[in-house]
């Protein structure tokens, strides 16, 4: 009874800004690491950002010094602040959540949201 839901995504103009939110609902007693995934006209869904139970945070090459991801654990969400995008940045962005249950844990996914760039 685990919900993932990711919301923000939009049509942005070249060099625009675009926050993503994936906020997790239902029956959670802890997320580990959270992580941002993208699929765009390719079949591979590769990952953008990752950020662990810590705050710890790794990003894919393309996106260093654009892209911020961050999470609020009071709120179970996790946000992607996207800045100074580019087309190639279009893609259906995924949110992926590891959720914790005692001492074994499972792997959750949102529907998507999709995020266009373009003139």
């Known amino acids: 009874q685990v919900q993932v839901m990711e919301s923000g995504g939009g049509l942005v103009q070249p060099g625009g800004s675009l926050r993503l939110s994936c906020a997790v609902s239902?029956?959670?007693?802890?997320?580990?690491?959270m992580a941002w995934y993208r699929q765009g006209q390719g079949n591979d869904r590769d990952v953008v950002a990752l950020?662990?139970?810590?705050?710890?945070?790794n990003y894919a090459d393309s996106v260093k010094g654009r892209f911020t991801i961050s999470r609020d654990n009071a709120k179970n969400t996790m946000y992607l602040q996207m800045n100074s995008l580019k087309p190639e940045d279009t893609a259906v962005y995924y949110c992926?959540?590891?959720?914790?249950?005692?001492?074994?844990?499972?792997?959750?996914w949102g529907q998507g949201t999709q995020v266009t760039v373009s003139s």
């Open positions: 992926n959540a590891d959720i914790a249950y005692g001492s074994s844990w499972r792997s959750y």
């Open positions: 239902g029956s959670i007693s802890k997320i580990n690491a």
């Open positions: 950020i662990r139970g810590d705050g710890s945070t």
